[in-house]
């Protein structure tokens, strides 16, 4: 049973800096392309950034470009997100997602295993 467990969200001013962890449990993810998703009030949740866990390639939304860096630990299973110049609108409930896709999936309702969320506000 694929685990994944977000943390290090919180409460930043505009312009500040944080890190997403996402700890990843339950199998080999050799395969398997992770994914960070965001969901503020009101909105779809959206593509931030994602990672195929075999090369570390990796792929970003036009918002988190140059602000945002997603990578891996290997040796912990450990996916992380750190962001950088953080604007209030980048205030949303971040998710880590994982599923095992040939290419690095972009589309939320393809990915099968999720987190439960870990919550940034970013005040201006």
């Known amino acids: 049973q694929v685990q994944l467990v977000e943390s290090g969200g919180g409460l930043v001013q505009a312009g500040e800096s944080l890190r997403l962890s996402c700890a990843a449990s339950?199998?080999?993810?050799?395969?398997?392309?992770m994914g960070w998703f965001r969901q503020a009030p009101g909105k779809e949740r959206e593509f931030v950034a994602g990672?195929?866990?075999?090369?570390?390639?990796?792929s970003y939304a036009d918002s988190a470009k140059d602000r945002f860096t997603i990578s891996r630990d290997n040796a912990k299973n450990i996916v992380y997100l750190q962001m950088n110049s953080l604007k209030p609108e980048d205030t949303a409930v971040y998710y880590c997602a994982a599923n095992v896709f040939p290419f690095l999936q972009k589309e939320s309702r393809y990915y099968k295993y999720w987190g439960q969320g870990t919550m940034v506000t970013v005040s201006s």
């Open positions: 339950g199998r080999s993810f050799g395969s398997y392309v």
């Open positions: 990672i195929k866990w075999s090369d570390g390639t990796t």
